[in-house]
Structures are given as structure tokens and as C-alpha cells.
């Protein structure tokens, strides 16, 4: 079945610093890609998405390209903030099937 | 446009109890699908709804169930409550649910089961 794979956490990074967060997928079609993130106490919010290959998406300074080629999906930005900190979700909607597969969440801590 | 609501935000029952959330969608979105949240599973699909009919299940007992209203509103009910359903209960919605739409998703209801 599909599935998605993240990066094990917590990422402890500095304010200023440069993030990467990995996401890789298997999938049986061309599935539409999306990172969400969840702060302590609240719901899910989406980050950002991408619905079929090269595409990238992205939003307050976070990028992701789909990689169909190394079915990645991975999560960068370029300077990191305190308020940054909280947890990543990988996320696939594969073609047919009404519902997101998530991977185990990423933890970012920023310190000042 | 208000976002997706759950009600309640806590609950705490006891084991062998029933328990129903509910969930209101954005207006306009006529797909609503259900999640469980726990430390050990992480994020898991229950089902999703679109113009009251169920199209989608995920893997968990018939102990959990859901439906969906003509206005889109979803419940969901849980009956025969175990420990292992203590978790965070997430709806989220979308227009029409397919796989390339946003799903947005509300707060969530914490269940605490003693």
C-alpha cells in the first residue's frame, strides 16, 4: 500500500538556519503531495502542496519540490524561525483513493 | 469563511462507555473525512463522507462508525470505548474530496478514556 516516509526528529536547529526535513514516498499512481504542520494543542494546517511532478510548491518561506524521479517530496527553508518550531507532517492523496497517508511527523525545535 | 469546528474539544469517558463527536465543515465543502491521532500510530484514516454517503473506510473495528448530514455536518461514534482509543480525533474537509484537493482540518476532539 502507499506509504510515506520521513525523517526521525527532533531537528534542533538555530534561528537563521538552514532547514531540510526528507519525505520520501511509494505509491501506486501519481499521487498529490502536501506538508502540514501542527502546533502544540492545535489541528492540522497545510504548509504547502503539489499535485503532479516538478511541481513546487510553497509558502512563508517553506519550499517543496515533487520529485517523481527519487519520489521525494522534501521540505526546506532557508532561515528558520523560534515561532518555526512545531511538528512537520509528510502527507500523498493517491488518485482514487479519498483520504491522506501521512508520515510520523517531524519535530523542529528553533532556539533563539 | 470560519474554518472546520469540532465539538467537543475534550472528553473523558470510561472504558465500555459510547461517545459521539462532531464536526462542521467549511461551508461549501461537501467531503469530510475522520482521523485518529495517537503517539504510537500517528495519524491514521477512519473514513470519509461525501453527500452522506460513506466512500471511503479505513482499517479500524466496526466499533467505529460516522455519517453525514444533508448540510454536510459529520458525527462520529465510537461505542464500547477501550483504553486504546484515547487520542485525538481530527476532521478534516474539502470540496469534493478528491486527491488532488486540500483537506483542511479543525482542532480536534481529545478523548481521554479511563
Known amino acids: 500500500g502507499d506509504s510515506v516516509t520521513q525523517m526521525e526528529g527532533p531537528v534542533t536547529l538555530s534561528e537563521e538556519a538552514f532547514l531540510t526535513i526528507n519525505c520520501t514516498y511509494t505509491a501506486t499512481g501519481y499521487p498529490s503531495l502536501f506538508w502540514y504542520v501542527q502546533y502544540p494543542g492545535e489541528g492540522l494546517q497545510l504548509l504547502l502542496k503539489?499535485?503532479?511532478?516538478?511541481d513546487k510548491g510553497s509558502n512563508k518561506g517553506f519550499e517543496a519540490t515533487y520529485r517523481k524521479e527519487t519520489t521525494s517530496f522534501h521540505l526546506e527553508k532557508g532561515s528558520v524561525q523560534v515561532s518555526d518550531s512545531a511538528v512537520y507532517f509528510c502527507a500523498l492523496s493517491d488518485v482514487g483513493f479519498q483520504k491522506l497517508v501521512f508520515g510520523t511527523g517531524t519535530r523542529l525545535l528553533v532556539s533563539p | 469563511k470560519a474554518g472546520v469546528t469540532q465539538t467537543p474539544r475534550y472528553l473523558i469517558k470510561t472504558r465500555g462507555q459510547q461517545v459521539t463527536l462532531s464536526c462542521s465543515p467549511i461551508s461549501g465543502h461537501r467531503s469530510v473525512s475522520w482521523y485518529q491521532q495517537t503517539p504510537g500510530q500517528g495519524l491514521q484514516f477512519l473514513f470519509e463522507?461525501?453527500?452522506?454517503?460513506?466512500?471511503n473506510k479505513g482499517n479500524f473495528p466496526g466499533r467505529f462508525s460516522g455519517r453525514q448530514f444533508s448540510n454536510s455536518r459529520s458525527e462520529m461514534n465510537v461505542s464500547t470505548l477501550e483504553l486504546g482509543d484515547s487520542a485525538l480525533y481530527l476532521c478534516?474537509?474539502?470540496?469534493?474530496?478528491?486527491?488532488?484537493?486540500?483537506?483542511?482540518f479543525g482542532p480536534g476532539t481529545r478523548l481521554t478514556v479511563l
Open positions: 478534516a474537509s474539502s470540496f469534493r474530496g478528491g486527491y488532488t484537493d486540500t483537506q483542511y
Open positions: 503539489a499535485t503532479k511532478a516538478d
Open positions: 463522507y461525501f453527500s452522506e454517503t460513506q466512500r
